[in-house]
């Protein structure tokens, strides 16, 4: 967390026992260690709370999203039945394929004539 290396912890230490005494020290120790649980604590309880936050949200967003796909899949076969019912006539192109110019010569006398250039109606 703070970079502290072996060295630098028994200088502070060594510090910390000329400033306080002998007599002092295991009572400081033993508050710097309360001190830096209770913050260790505390910044746990924020980030779970935090976290949860989050993935409230980010259910929330999914729960919708799944919705409007649901809402999207039940309209579907009634926008189907609502193109048939307009025009029997029309059916939608299963597969198309390219024609090459000398294909599509060939096929002049056939009738597919509204397939447009290079592009026919395979079946």
Do not use: C, W, Y
């Not at 306080?20 to 001190?35: I, M, R, S, V, Y």
């Not at 993935?55 to 929330?60: P, R």
């Not at 076969?77 to 192109?93: Q, S, T």
């Not at 000398?102 to 056939?110: L, N, P, Q, T």
């Amino acid at each position: 967390m703070f970079n502290v290396g072996g060295s630098e912890l028994l200088v502070i230490f060594l510090v910390a026992l000329i400033v306080l005494g002998p007599e002092k020290l295991p009572k400081a120790a033993k508050q710097a260690g309360n001190f830096l649980g209770q913050v260790r604590r505390m910044s746990d309880g924020f980030r779970a709370e935090l976290k949860s936050a989050m993935d409230d949200v980010i259910e929330t967003d999914a729960r919708t999203e799944g919705a409007k796909l649901s809402t999207a899949e039940q309209a579907e076969p009634e926008l189907h039945e609502v193109k048939a019912v307009a025009d029997p006539e029309v059916h939608p192109v299963e597969e198309l394929r390219v024609v090459k110019d000398d294909e599509r010569d060939g096929d002049a006398g056939h009738g597919d004539q509204d397939s447009g250039p290079g592009v026919a109606a395979a079946g």
